[in-house]
């Protein structure tokens, strides 16, 4: 039959949260109104006591890890993770092994995600074959496959040509090209920002240019094939400034930051610390600074994790030697409401969409709307509640957290995707 939720509040167009209730049905959103009597139409009735009723969250950046990481993540603990983090929809990235570059790889992933998936996951394709960089792979093909656009994820395309032909094929088939920007040529191997903290910790720096140098080239080819081009978590100015100046242009680019970029830099980073070390690396204050200037003025379109989990092991081997990467699903949502929402640095409505209708709208999803008709996948948040992060509670396998003890508001106590409940604060689901 269905569920009813009382007595939640909604965000309004002007900010303000109004009374309303839900009735889902056959996983859609049925009803909304200020009042709804329909015990005798539904399963289940959950008392709301008032939290906050949102659409359900959109990430496009996640690692599920599965196959070929499960020490890491799956695709069970990875969105048990997101669920419980108040995302119903997110993109998973492909550098598994083996990596989704072909049909049957593909398959066979969309099989293990309709098994094991409690939340919507939407599959990348690699660009090159393995990841490699080398020879793309059929692009015309497998974008006739459920899959949510091209990427080579953690490796940036090296050459222009790779990019150039890729962009291509993409537009054609009218699917995007994602990308991780970063210069192999000029990374040096470093393992932090040059900046600051090299010199302090005296590590090997990652200078800001690899990432916008590449972001720079890739735009104008944007520009010459007409292809949606999307710039994976952004972390400088001046990648800040060529977005800015491309989008003025009319060239079809879009852009992410991470949670972790806008609540850091480079100045947090005390020790030799592998919670810290994440690629691209935290940067300096005013690159920080720059990233919400840039989401505020619609430059950067929205927020993603980069959800990037891996065993303790793996990151107790110091700055040098551990991977890059941090947990974000179960913690986004409370850490930018706690830290910028609380200070009044962007308001409740401007955070809601970024995790929503924009990521939806930017890449012409039917989800992360909040009306009749659309699909029911909803987050139920407590905005009052504080507690502290706990790295040990997490439903991810990744403990790898660089917030581990912060103490934060906005904690999502329900999820519904589709329809169902896949989150439950204090229950088993």
Known sequence: MGILLKNAKQLADNGQLIDCEVLIQQGIISEINTKIEAANQVDRIIDCRGKLLTPGFIDVHIHLREPGGEHKETIKTGTKAAARGGYTTVCAMPNTNPVPDCETAITSLLKKIEQDAVVRVLPYASITKGLKGEELTNIEQLSKLPIFAFTDDGVGIQTADAMLQAMKTAAKNGKAIVAHCEDNTIVYGGVVHDGDVSKRLKLPGIPSITESVQIARDVLLAEATGCHYHVCHVSTKESVRIIRD??????????????HHLLLNEDTVLEDDTNYKMNPPLRSKEDQEALLEGLLDGTIDFVATDHAPHSEDEKNQGMLKAPFGIVGLETAFPLL????????????????????????????????????????????????????????????KGRNTPFHEWSVMGTPVLTICNGSIVYEEDTDV
């Open 246 to 259: 491309a989008k003025k242009a009319g060239i079809p680019v879009s852009a992410e930051v991470t949670p």
């Open 337 to 396: 409401y706690s830290k910028l929402v609380k200070s009044g640095k962007i308001t409740l409505k401007q955070l809601i969409d970024w995790l929503t209708i924009k990521p939806a709208n930017v890449f012409n999803l039917p989800y992360g709307r909040l009306e009749e008709q659309a699909f029911a996948d909803l987050t139920l948040i407590d905005l009052e509640r504080e507690i502290k992060i706990d790295k040990h509670s997490f439903y991810s």
